[in-house]
């Protein structure tokens, strides 16, 4: 009976273990914390509540956008990882390339390039839909999801399972039809892209302003967003009201409805 209950402590400590381990904050000052979610994959959340993702192979590493007020932010990287660094962003707006001025280069879709700031001096990669980035041992692709911009991408580890998203489906509400303007139709296009993605093994979806939610979302998520998109084009979405914050690249009066948990900020007068 003792050695049972040994083996039992034994067990549930080993899982406990497992479990801090997997989410670890390892890094912390006044503008940022950064925090191991999965083996060789970290979150970095900024004090003004936007996100990062760094991801390592055995070769190279990737950083994933560039949240917005990081002093020094090349070098706080190095000290979760000394490996040449990709810089790739979702998507040009402000609290995601925030901090490319750290960086002599950087990856972006081109249709996103009306955005970049015209002050960045580095070089400018351009990616393409299925474009992969082979870091040794692991393999980031490229696929491009438009509609929060129009050239909004997510980034796959199809090993791992992961999706970093961006900006592209919200962390529980999107911000859609933002100058410049895409249709609703363009949007429902991307999740039902993404759905398909998560049919063939993504599982996990990590959104561009993780703090909010502290969670990877799955499938359920896309597919309310989806089902609400399209019901906004049909006219028989939930009863919209007004969204109390105005962005400046957003329509004048932006409405908001909500299905599950998903919620769409959008312009009542170009939904199509």
């Not at 209950?5 to 940022?32: M, P, W, Y």
């Not at 390592?56 to 190095?78: P, Q, R, Y």
């Not at 390339?97 to 990856?107: A, K, L, S, V, W």
């Not at 529980?172 to 999740?191: A, D, F, H, N």
Request: hydrophobic fraction near 40%; proline fraction near 4%; glycine fraction near 6%.
């Amino acid at each position: 009976m003792m050695n049972l209950k040994s083996n039992f402590l034994t067990a549930f400590l080993i899982l406990f273990a497992v479990i801090t381990v997997s989410a670890q904050e390892v890094f912390k000052n006044n503008d940022l914390t950064i925090t191991k979610l999965e083996k060789n994959m970290w979150v970095v959340e900024t004090t003004d509540m936007t996100t990062m993702y760094i991801i390592e192979g055995t070769e190279k590493a990737m950083l994933i956008d560039t949240g917005t007020k990081c002093e020094k932010l090349n070098e706080v990287l190095k000290k979760i990882t000394q490996k040449p660094l990709y810089v790739v962003i979702t998507h040009a707006h402000g609290d995601h390339d925030g901090n490319i001025r750290f960086f002599d280069e950087i990856y972006l879709h081109q249709a996103d390039t009306v955005l970049l700031t015209k002050s960045y001096k580095g070089k400018v990669n351009f990616v393409k839909d299925g474009q992969v980035f082979d870091l040794g041992g692991t393999k980031i692709e490229v696929v491009h999801t438009p509609a929060h911009t129009p050239g909004s991408i997510v980034l796959l580890d199809r090993k791992a399972g992961n999706c970093y998203s961006g900006d592209a489906f919200g962390s529980g509400q999107v911000w859609l039809q933002l100058r410049p303007l895409s249709p609703m139709k363009t949007y429902v296009e991307s999740c039902t892209k993404m759905e398909k993605l998560m049919d063939k093994g993504i599982t996990k979806i990590y959104c561009g302003h993780y703090p909010y939610v502290k969670k990877a979302y799955d499938k359920q998520y896309i597919t309310e967003m989806r089902t609400l998109a399209e019901a906004l084009i049909n006219g028989t979405a939930p009863e919209a009201t007004p969204h109390p914050q105005k962005v400046s690249i957003a329509c004048e009066n932006p409405m908001m409805t909500t299905l599950g948990g998903a919620t769409i900020v959008f312009d009542s007068e170009h939904i199509k």
